[in-house]
Antibody, heavy 116, light 107 residues
C-alpha cells in the first residue's frame, strides 16, 4: 500500500522559511514523480511543482518559482519542499501527491500558518 | 498554461439524484484528466483517471466521459457520502492545472 506521511503543522513568522517533508512507503521511491499542491483555505488546488526522484529533475509552476524548492532524499524515501520568504499569502495546506496518473496517492496535508 | 473551467461552482441535489459536473480545458488535453473528491479536512481522493477510467475501489455510480477539451463527471443515485467538493485536474502538460471546484450540497 502506497503511503505518503507528511510532517506536522507549522506556525512560522513572516519572512521566515519552512521545510515540509513527505515520507513514503509501500512502493519503490523512484517509481513516481512527486508533486506538491497548495490549497488555501476554502479555495481550489494549485500545482506547485514536481520532482523526479531518479535524478532530482524538477518542474515548477512559474507562480512558485523562487518561493518553493523541491528536493528528495533517496536514502530515506522522503521528499521535501522548502518555502521561503513567507507571507500571509503562503498560509495554506500543502500536499504531496504521486502515482501512475500524476496524483493517485496523496499525503494527509501539512498546514502552514504565517503569523507574527 | 491550460485553464480548466469547472461548472457549476456549487449545486444542491437530493439523495438518489443523478448529477453532472463539467470541466472545459482551453485546449485539447487528450483525455489526460483526473477527477477527485474532497471532504472537509481531508486530502483529495482519486476517483477517475484518463477521463473515463474508474480508480480502484471507487463505486460504479461514478463515471467520467469526454474527449478533446470537454469532460464531465456523473454521479448516479447520489448517496449521503457523495456530498463533498469535486475537482478536475489536467496532467497533459506542465503546469498541471485544476478546475475551480464544485461544492455538492444536499438539498
Amino acid at each position: 500500500e502506497v503511503q505518503l506521511q507528511q510532517s506536522g503543522p507549522e506556525l512560522v513568522k513572516p519572512g521566515a522559511s519552512v521545510k515540509i517533508s513527505c515520507k513514503t512507503s509501500g512502493y519503490t521511491f523512484t517509481e513516481y514523480t512527486m508533486h506538491w499542491v497548495k490549497q488555501s483555505h476554502g479555495k481550489s488546488l494549485e500545482w506547485i511543482g514536481g520532482i523526479n526522484p531518479n535524478n532530482g529533475g524538477t518542474s515548477y509552476n512559474q507562480k512558485f518559482k523562487g518561493k518553493a524548492t523541491l528536493t528528495v532524499d533517496k536514502s530515506s524515501s522522503t521528499a521535501y519542499m522548502e518555502l521561503r520568504s513567507l507571507t500571509s499569502e503562503d498560509s495554506a495546506v500543502y500536499y504531496c501527491a504521486n502515482g501512475n496518473y500524476a496524483m493517485d496517492y496523496w499525503g494527509q496535508g501539512t498546514s502552514v500558518t504565517v503569523s507574527s | 498554461e491550460i485553464q480548466m473551467t469547472q461548472s457549476p461552482s456549487s449545486m444542491s441535489a437530493s439523495l438518489g439524484d443523478r448529477i453532472t459536473i463539467t470541466c472545459q480545458a482551453t485546449q485539447d488535453i487528450v483525455k489526460n484528466l483526473n477527477w477527485y473528491q474532497q471532504k472537509p479536512g481531508k486530502p483529495p481522493s482519486f476517483l477517475i483517471y484518463y477521463a473515463t477510467e474508474l480508480a480502484e475501489g471507487v463505486p460504479s455510480r461514478f463515471s467520467g466521459s469526454g474527449s478533446g477539451s470537454d469532460y464531465s463527471l456523473t454521479i448516479s443515485n447520489l448517496e449521503s457520502e457523495d456530498f463533498a467538493d469535486y475537482y478536475c485536474l489536467q496532467f497533459y502538460e506542465f503546469p498541471y492545472t485544476f478546475g475551480g471546484g464544485t461544492k455538492l450540497e444536499i438539498k
